[in-house]
């Protein structure tokens, strides 16, 4: 029992994975506050985008 405790403790292969899905997890609640603090502009970027294209899309 012992041996199986220190090769858990020693065992690091899946550490990477750790840290790449952290830094994943980092950048979506970036881009999710970037995202939320210029939704604004966004829209309004887009709507004049839409109105231009003669309001394509809109019913």
Do not use: H
Request: glycine share 18%; hydrophobic share 45%.
């Amino acid at each position: 029992m012992a041996n199986l405790w220190n090769y858990f403790l020693s065992e690091e292969s899946g550490q990477g994975m750790v840290e790449y899905g952290l830094i994943i997890a980092l950048i979506a609640v970036v881009l999710i506050g970037v995202l939320t603090a210029m939704g604004g502009g966004l829209k309004g970027t887009f709507q004049t985008i839409t109105d231009k294209l003669g309001g394509a899309g809109n019913p």
